[in-house]
């Protein structure tokens, strides 16, 4: 099969997924589940034979002008490879979740619809040659999340998508213009093509810094980077698969991808290192790290809890990318794909504790590891990785991210990790203690919000299966991460071959 | 070889002037046998973008032709280039739409027969005029199909005969009458001063100096007034309020835009180089960005609120003067393509806009925006139409807006134009504030359930075509735009 | 043992807890809620087994596995082999003992008792788990494995530590779980910190680049603090008397008896011990452990004779040996050259506090569930693992030895007499450990007699034999001075004079007029303060935490009100519609002039 | 044709211009505009476009005529408005109505003695044009002025007409009766004819359906 060929057959399945589900009725629950799967498992496919002609030296691109000198570019690398990996895989898992979760509930096909198109949106993303092709992509994953967000129709919700977009429509605006201003300034650039900008007159320096600047605002909005993140707790009235895709690939993983991109594939991380926009770039970090674990101490409720903590750990990877240095930016590449496994699990177990007993506060999960045995421990598998406890992935990422600090002299970044950890450790182990050693309904004390009619299982499989597998994938990828095509082992290469400084 | 490039010529000509001419006679068959099925006028009308096309192949690989038609003892100069041409490949495709929409519009409420017949007349009499307009290189034939196209506007916009319409319609039609008379009189220091009436002429003959001046500003203004451009804009809104949406979206697409399109064809002729003049020009466009949206933002009523939009997007397009005028090639450039993309964009959009609304309001029963709640789950089809126009009126990719908004953002930029680069922001914000006020109340759930009107299929297709146009233009620009870039800018 | 072997019996080693965990899952699974079954059964005992038979097959052996997190190797050697065995012994007694121990427990289970059987279930559980980690951090050599291990030996002992769901168990694991985490976040951040500036994965390439980075010392502080969560270093001890009476007492064994030491094996694997090149920082760091040590060793002893509880008394005793053995370790710091001989001695210490303190804690549960023994047997029997810690028999003698006589030929007298006045301490602990089993006898008595060859008497026995004959089949290179010569006995026995007579001087005056010490002194002295000011931090953290929200909540709702006002203001602007449409006639002259006269008058 | 034989003329249309705008008896004010219609035929004949005066006497005065009264409802016999104007503008509006028209008859005439200036009009048949642009001149700013201040859509479309007229007349005048301004202004009142009878036709509807003879942008029917 040809390069364009298949790159277009990838984000073709999506596109084609949202498309058949806006025509097909309502109330055709069967042929859309069958349509999503498939299309989830096509994808998957054929995401993997890219990965695979990618490691035997294979192209695949895909190009044709928009302007003058502008063109639109889809591209394989290995990096948007990974992140097309890592979203066609939870795509799967949350598609087979979202069958389960809205099973019964209105609009389903609206739902799914945006999902794929969200979904399509993601990939595009993932596979963008160049700066105008990612800002197609992000501004579709804005306007193809809003419907998720806004799903359940109630105020609550409407009020956090009017938020949602207050935040993410200025921030494409303002990353529009950096973009423009970079085009201005030196034309389309390829990603990959760091010396462009590098052998850019001295006298310019000034104004990429202000570029930049200015792309980070832009893209840090949704990479929930503070003071950017507000729209991010808000989000969580959005049903648990949207929270989860949010949360784990698409939104906030777009916003850190661009940064990725921009530091390593436009910047070049030596311009970067030379401009001294890294140093900003871990101040800011740091300061979310830190900012979010402490909001995340102060919830009561589990959703928003876990949302405070993607605002601190998505930093991980902004952190990552300013540690100069292999390390630092096999942290970074790494963590975006450990993170996604590992926030996906726990919003998946949060979602599987409302759905079966309607809990939403912490201090109703009491003694609920008894009752839904399998998703307390998936969830005790993704607050362990979290906090960075092995042998889950997270540990990797934090190792990675120590290393990469000393690596880049910049030791007192091990203090920011070790207060993160240990704010973690203080917001997630609650949870595990109240799951596992408090006594609850399940002992007779007290009795569940509002508890399904029992099942076989603990809960829905469609609703269990996602769950465990993600907890499973970031458990092995932690114990497996010496193993070819493991996360970790894949970041390595990557970083090896494209990006060392 | 001569004698068969002439014949080809020969054939050009023909072709176009079938092209300009068949709608009104079309319009005339159609007034005495009104159509009653959707496909015989979507058939029907085919040839005529076909046509146009192979024009525009021919254009593309002949460059531009011109010509001259003499009746009595007067000499009519038009010419075809690349920007006419797409022009009328626009104006085409947009009235089939509209005359198909138009139909199946007939065949969901029940409009009174005569008002319906006497559509399709207009309808060919405005198709003629705006084919003038684009292909027109002479002032009488511009002055010629300017009435006509106002007039016809004026008619159609009547049909429904209501008592606000006929208030609209009466302030339509004074302030179009007097629009021209200042063109008029614009028209006549120049014809004074220089005593020529083709374009061509005049610009080989005319000094700036304080007549072509004080002419133009006459003439602007003018144009202003019928292009609706702030503060010039008030009879606008009112008029689109009980229009039919088949109406609407022609007018919103195209009427507006011919006037704006004979001022810069003017302008860029007669006055290249003035450049405070073209600021202003380019902060009425301003104003009219903010204003529009604002207005806009606070409308209650669906169709108030897509017409408002018209009158800030049309704001856009004046950013075009400032960063023409004494600007350096690479930015003319980008701004001359950015221009007629956003033209072009924005016509499909509107016209999608105004379509899918007015399928959104027949269906409904409720023009309030309130009224929409829970459209999202009654009526997907023209609220997914809806949102994909409003897409490209955001400015959002991937689409002609979009990629508009790009060219325009970057010749600001490279002209160090700051002023614009916020006014495009404030744009783009304020259009995302309105658009998502009406998807936020179709996504509200807790609505009582109304009963939904049934419409038929082609209605909601025509809108979602045109819509996707909008959006495949963003990516598919090139095609277009090489053929700016070749000719059309004098 | 062959290497294809080695690399069958390791993995297997480690394996075979959590192959039994998962079986007791599985178990759980199927059966039906409320049915009985067996959780501890015979197979269950067996988890430490492979270890252990690992252990005493083989000295050496290595085993590399590349796919394993970040690159993993597994070894034993002279140092591990010891320590995997007593590990592994302690493990596989205390196992026994507690099938006896939670019979009853079972029982209750059996009959239907939903929140023991809860408790039972997640024993036996975490039982092999913990256990499953203990083993890999012992015979980890890379940084990733060996953290793993530790982390999870940590976190799975918690639920070990509050079995009993009591309030005492509550407050004891609260404690073990907050110092647990603080011990990991700063052996993490050591880790780190070393590992990054040495550019390794394994703990041999970080002890050796921790000696040339710049910060080494800083590092090996960090490390120490952390492993020293753990092993109990002074200021940093007082979770143990508080978690490790509260747990069962088979759990209480293994906790004090070899957990305690995995922060030993931690210093051991990641200071720089006995290397002489290490810089002076290093032996500052050497001095500031010996202090500790012995501050630890000697006040441990003195606050813990005043407890009333065996257990607790006990912990205080391991706080005390481990200050011994802190003390023992900062020497490979201060005097690099002594430690060749000092590390054997170090190890055999560990050993034979392990098994000893092991067989002790067992013998408290003995004391309170007397098997049918003559009651002068018993006590012998009790009282013989508290003298060989003392040091004055057996293991205890010889661990004494070969401590004091490598500290002789160093030249460290003054070390020496440190470590003698900590026995003198230990001498009066395990008197009052003794007088308080004493003291509940009786009611223990009434309670009945369990039968002699039920698991729970028969593992004590055998932790008793096993840690009074360590010297015996374990000693070999470890007891590199051997037996001590008879002259040299008075110098190692005067402590326990010394402290018999001072527990009997102290005894005696308690009896005329009890002393009120102990409710003055609780258990786990630092941590009441600590908590009681961890409170007020947290209240006002909480009210800092709640202003900061609430700050945000007001600058969220000044902006909403912003908004309304600007959205208002707007709505007027909108009426200025009217006015523009009034006036378009005008505007249009207007617009006109001002065009005019901008093209007329503008420079061109 | 001399200079002052064309003066009485331009004075007499500006005169009947004047009469036509300000004076609120509908009727009258009509009658004056077929006056006026009448003398600018006259205006052309003399200007040696027979054509132009034929089609201005039969659209500009007839038809238009006719449609005017048919918009008062004096043609067709249906209830017929009422024949006085008493729509009134605050005094605020019409202080700014009149400057503004003034400053565009000052730009007008700017731009109009620029061209005759320069062209330095030497030919006798274009100095006696003058009276005829001075007309122009006035007329046009006059119908701007009326268009502007008026109300009753009735005057509003009688403003407009002047104005055409007043347009054709400087177009005439700057440019001569050249085919191009016979097209030109033969468009024109073709297009005010049709908007005539239009707005005429919209007149009567709207008093039809609710008694109203404005727009109701005045000051007594703000929305």
Redesign the interface.
């Given at each position: 099969m040809s390069g364009a060929l298949i790159i277009l057959a990838t984000l073709g399945t999506s596109l084609f997924t949202a498309v058949m589900i806006?025509l097909l009725p309502e109330r055709a629950f069967r042929a859309r589940t069958g349509l999503n799967l498939g299309a989830a498992l096509v994808k998957l496919g054929l995401v993997a034979w890219m990965v695979w002609g990618l490691s035997r030296g294979r192209e695949y691109t895909l190009a044709?002008?928009?302007?003058?000198g502008?063109a639109?570019v889809l591209r394989t690398d290995s990096l948007g490879i990974m992140f097309a990996g890592l979203s066609s895989l939870l795509w799967l898992f949350t598609t087979v979740y979202a069958i389960g979760y809205l099973e019964d509930s209105?609009?389903r096909?609206?739902f799914f619809g945006f999902f794929s198109l969200c979904v399509a949106s993601t990939l595009g993303i993932s596979l963008a040659g160049n700066l105008?092709t990612l800002?197609?992509?992000y501004?579709?994953l804005?306007?193809s999340t809003?419907?998720l967000v806004?799903h359940?129709?109630?105020a609550k919700a409407?009020a956090a998508?009017?938020v949602y977009?207050r935040f993410t429509?200025?921030a494409?605006?303002v990353l529009?213009?950096g973009m423009?201003?970079l085009?201005?300034l030196a034309g389309d650039i390829r990603f990959g093509q760091q010396e462009i900008l590098a052998e850019l007159a001295p006298g310019r320096r000034p104004l990429l810094v202000g570029i930049f600047w200015v792309l980070i605002v832009g893209f840090g909005v949704k990479a929930a980077l503070v003071p950017l993140h507000g729209w991010l707790p808000r989000a969580m009235v959005a049903p648990a698969p949207v929270s989860a895709l949010l949360h784990a690939v698409a939104v906030v993983k777009a916003g850190a991808f661009g940064i990725v991109r921009l530091v390593y594939d436009i910047y070049g991380v030596e311009l970067s290192a030379e401009l001294g926009l890294l140093h900003g770039l871990v101040a800011v970090a740091s300061v979310t790290i830190l900012y979010g674990s402490?909001?995340a101490?102060?919830q009561q409720e589990l959703k928003p809890r876990l949302a405070y903590s993607t605002v601190s750990q998505v930093s991980y990877i902004v952190l990552g990318i300013g540690l100069f240095g292999p390390?630092g930016t096999i942290a970074a590449l790494s963590h975006l794909l450990h993170q996604g496994l590992m926030k996906s699990t726990l919003f998946f177990c949060a979602g599987n504790y409302a759905e079966e007993l309607g809990i939403h506060r912490i201090d109703e999960l009491d003694g609920a590891g008894?009752r839904m045995p399998l998703t307390s421990l998936a969830f005790s598998v993704g607050a362990?990785g979290m906090i960075?406890?092995?042998?889950v992935v997270g540990?990797?990422s934090?190792?990675y991210l120590?290393?990469?600090?000393?690596?880049a002299d910049m030791?007192w970044v091990?203090?920011v990790?070790?207060a993160s950890?240990?704010l973690n450790?203080?917001y997630f182990?609650p949870i595990l203690?109240r799951l596992?050693?408090r006594?609850g309904p399940d002992?007779?004390v007290g009795e569940w919000p509002a508890e399904r009619r029992p099942v076989r299982l603990e809960t829905l499989a469609w609703l269990l299966v996602p769950a465990v597998a993600t907890a499973l994938f970031s458990l092995m990828a932690?114990?497996?991460?010496?193993?070819p095509f493991s996360p970790l082992e894949w970041t390595t290469r990557v970083v090896n071959t494209e990006y060392l400084p | 070889m001569s004698a068969s490039l002439d014949a080809l010529l020969c054939v050009q000509t023909t072709v176009l002037w079938l092209a300009l001419l068949a709608p009104s006679l079309l319009g005339l068959w159609a007034w005495r046998f009104p159509p009653q099925r959707m496909l015989p006028v979507l058939l029907a009308g085919l040839p005529l973008p076909l046509a146009t096309l192979w024009l525009l192949h021919r254009v593309s690989v002949g460059g531009e032709f011109e010509g001259a038609w003499s009746p009595g003892g007067l000499l009519l100069h038009w010419r075809l280039d690349g920007l006419a041409g797409l022009l009328l490949l626009l104006t085409q495709l947009l009235l089939l739409a509209s005359a198909t929409y138009a139909v199946g519009h007939r065949r969901a409420t029940t409009l009174a027969e005569c008002a319906f017949a006497g559509f399709w007349p207009l309808l060919g009499g405005l198709a003629a005029a705006l084919g003038l307009i684009w292909v027109a290189a002479d002032l009488l034939i511009l002055y010629a199909a300017l009435e006509l196209m106002g007039l016809c506007a004026v008619g159609m916009m009547l049909l429904p005969g209501k008592g606000e319409a006929l208030v609209a319609g009466m302030r339509y039609l004074l302030y179009a009458l007097v629009g021209s008379l200042a063109w008029l009189l614009g028209v006549a220091l120049l014809l004074g001063s220089s005593g020529r009436l083709d374009l061509a002429g005049l610009a080989a003959t005319t000094e700036p100096g304080p007549v072509t001046g004080i002419a133009m500003a006459l003439l602007a203004t003018g144009l202003l007034l019928k292009a609706a451009i702030f503060p010039l804009h008030g009879w606008l809104a009112p008029v689109h309020a009980s229009a039919w949406p088949s109406v609407s979206a022609l007018h919103g697409a195209l009427v507006v835009k011919a006037s704006f399109f004979i001022l810069m064809q003017l302008w860029q002729r007669l006055m290249p180089e003035a450049v405070a003049a073209a600021w202003l020009l380019g902060l009425l466009g301003s104003l009219a960005v903010l204003w529009g949206g604002l207005q806009a933002w606070r409308a209650s009523d669906l169709k108030q609120m897509v017409a408002w939009s018209t009158v800030g997007q049309l704001g856009y397009l004046m950013l075009a003067f400032p960063l023409l005028a004494g600007t350096s090639v690479a930015v003319a450039t980008l701004a001359w393509?950015a221009t007629w993309l956003q033209l072009a964009g924005h016509a499909l959009a509107k016209a999608a806009m105004f379509m899918a609304a007015g399928n959104l309001v027949l269906s409904a029963g409720e023009s309030r925006l309130t009224g929409l709640a829970?459209a999202?789950?009654r009526l997907?089809l023209p609220l997914?139409t809806f949102?994909i126009a409003a897409?490209t009126l955001m400015g959002?990719?991937?689409s002609a807006g979009?990629?508009a908004?790009?060219?325009l953002?970057?010749a600001a930029?490279?002209a160090g134009q700051w002023l614009w680069?916020a006014v495009l922001?404030a744009g783009?914000?304020l259009a995302?504030a309105y658009v998502?006020r009406v998807?936020?109340c179709a996504?509200?759930?807790?609505a009582p359930c109304h009963e939904v009107r049934p419409l038929p299929a082609g209605m909601d297709l025509m809108a979602l075509l045109l819509a996707l146009g909008a959006l495949g233009l963003?990516?598919?620009?090139?095609w277009p735009?090489a053929l700016l870039?070749e000719g059309g800018r004098p | 043992m062959s290497d294809a072997l080695f690399a069958l019996a390791l993995p297997t080693a480690l394996l075979w807890p959590l192959v039994l965990m998962l079986r007791v899952s599985l178990t759980v699974a199927r059966t039906e809620r409320g049915q009985p079954r067996a959780l501890l059964d015979g197979l269950w005992c067996t988890a430490p087994l492979p270890a252990l038979a690992l252990a005493l097959g083989s000295d050496e052996g290595a085993l590399a596995?590349?796919?394993?997190?970040?690159?993993?190797r597994w070894m034993l050697d002279g140092t591990r082999g010891p320590l995997l065995a007593f590990t592994a012994l302690l493990w596989l007694l205390a196992g026994g003992y507690a099938r006896g121990y939670l019979a009853g427990e079972q029982a209750r289970a059996v009959a239907g008792d939903?929140?023991a059987e809860?408790r039972l279930t997640?024993f036996a559980l975490l039982w092999p788990l913990t256990l499953s980690g203990n083993l890999l951090l012992l015979v980890a050599e890379d940084i990733?494995s060996f953290?793993?291990g530790f982390?999870v030996m940590t976190?799975a002992a918690y639920?070990l530590v509050?079995h009993a769901?009591t309030r005492d168990a509550r407050t004891g694991?609260r404690a073990y779980?907050v110092m647990a985490?603080?011990g990991?976040?700063?052996i993490?951040?050591g880790l780190?910190?070393g590992?990054?500036?040495a550019?390794t994965t394994m703990l041999d390439g970080l002890r050796e680049g921790m000696l040339e980075a710049p910060?080494g010392a800083w590092m090996g502080l960090l490390l120490w603090l952390g492993f020293g969560v753990k092993a109990g270093v002074v200021g940093l001890h007082f979770w143990l008397p508080l978690a490790h009476p509260v747990a069962p007492t088979p759990a209480s064994a293994v906790l004090s008896g070899v957990m305690i030491k995995a922060g030993l094996v931690g210093w051991l694997s990641t200071l720089p011990l006995g290397e002489p090149t290490a810089g002076e920082t290093f032996v500052w760091l050497g001095r500031a452990m010996l202090v500790a040590g012995l501050a630890a060793a000697i006040g441990a002893a003195l606050y813990g004779v005043c407890q009333r509880h065996p257990k607790v008394v006990l912990a205080y005793s391991s706080v005390s040996q481990m200050g011994m053995a802190t003390a023992l370790v900062a020497m490979g710091l201060v005097a690099p050259t002594l430690w060749p001989t000092l590390s054997a001695a170090v190890v055999l210490f560990a050993a034979h506090h392990g098994l000893t303190k092991g067989a002790l804690f067992l013998g408290v549960g003995i004391g309170k569930h007397p098997p049918r023994l003559p009651t002068w047997l018993l006590w012998t029997l009790l009282a013989l693992p508290a003298l060989s810690l003392t040091g004055a028999l057996a293991s205890g003698l010889a661990a004494k030895w070969a401590v004091k006589a490598v500290l002789y030929d160093g030249g460290y007298p003054t070390m020496v007499t440190g470590l003698s006045l900590a026995a003198v301490g230990t001498t009066a602990l395990m008197a009052r450990t003794l007088w308080c089993q004493w003291q509940g006898k009786g009611q223990a008595r009434e309670e009945g007699l369990e039968p002699l060859m039920s698991p729970m008497p028969l593992a004590w026995l055998a932790t008793l034999l096993a840690a009074l004959t360590l010297p015996w089949w374990l000693g070999g290179e470890l007891m590199v001075r051997g037996w001590p010569p008879l002259d040299e006995l008075s110098g190692l026995l005067w402590p326990l004079a010394l402290g018999l007579v001072g527990a009997v001087t102290a005894w005696s005056v308690a009896r005329r007029r009890p002393l009120r010490l102990t409710w003055r002194l609780p258990p786990g002295d630092l941590w009441w303060p600590l908590v009681r000011s961890g409170q007020r931090l947290r209240t006002r953290a909480?009210g800092s935490?709640?202003r900061?929200?609430s700050a945000q909540g007001a600058w969220v709702a000044w902006w909403v009100a912003r908004e309304r006002d600007a959205i208002r203001a707007l709505d007027g602007m909108t009426r200025g519609e009217g006015w523009l449409r009034r006036h378009a006639a005008v505007l249009m002259m207007g617009l006109a002039v001002g065009l005019a006269l901008l093209n007329v008058f503008a420079p061109a | 044709m001399s200079l002052s034989g064309e003066l009485f003329p331009a004075s007499l249309l500006v005169i009947l211009a004047v009469a036509c705008l300000l004076d609120r008896h509908l009727v009258r004010a009509c009658l004056a505009f077929i006056a006026f219609a009448l003398l600018m035929a006259l205006a052309w004949w003399r200007l040696d476009a027979p054509w132009l005066a034929l089609v201005e006497a039969v659209l500009g005065a007839l038809l238009t005529g006719m449609a005017l009264f048919h918009g008062l409802g004096r043609l067709g016999g249906q209830s017929s408005l009422p024949s006085r104007d008493r729509e009134r503008r605050p005094r605020r509006q019409v202080m700014a109505r009149w400057p503004a028209a003034l400053v565009w008859l000052a730009l007008a005439g700017a731009a109009v003695w620029g061209v005759t200036g320069n062209g330095e009009l030497a030919a006798s048949a274009e100095v006696s044009r003058r009276p005829l642009l001075a007309a122009g001149l006035a007329i046009m700013a006059l119908g701007l002025w009326a268009f502007a201040h008026h109300l009753h859509l009735l005057r509003r479309l009688l403003a407009f007409n002047v104005l055409g007229s007043g347009v054709f007349l400087l177009l005439a005048g700057l440019a001569g009766p050249v085919v191009e301004v016979q097209g030109l202004i033969l468009v024109g009142l073709v297009v005010a004819l049709v908007g005539s009878v239009l707005g005429a036709a919209l007149l009567r509807r709207l008093y039809a359906l609710d008694g109203r003879v404005t727009l109701g942008d005045g000051p007594k029917s703000i929305r």
């Open positions: 806006f044709f002008p928009v302007l003058e502008l639109f209105p609009n096909k609206r105008f800002l197609v992509f501004e579709l804005t306007l809003y419907p806004v359940r129709g109630t409407l998508g009017k977009l429509l200025p494409g605006l529009m213009i423009v201003a085009h201005a402490l909001r101490l102060a390390l008894r362990l960075g406890v092995p042998p540990f990797l934090k190792w120590g290393t990469g600090a000393i690596q030791p091990i203090v990790l070790l950890s240990l450790a203080a182990l203690g596992w050693f006594p002992h007779g932690g114990v497996l991460a010496g193993m | 393509q829970g999202s789950r997907p997914m949102g897409v959002l990719p991937p979009f990629t908004k790009w060219l953002l970057q930029i490279l680069v922001m783009t914000l995302a998502f998807l936020r996504f509200v759930e807790t963003g990516l598919g620009a090139e735009l870039r | 596995l590349d796919w394993w997190l970040l690159g993993g939903g929140a809860v997640r990733a953290y793993l982390a976190f639920g509050v769901e694991g779980l985490v603080l990991e976040g700063l993490l951040a780190l910190w590992a990054g500036s550019g910060g909480q935490l709640d900061l929200g | -």
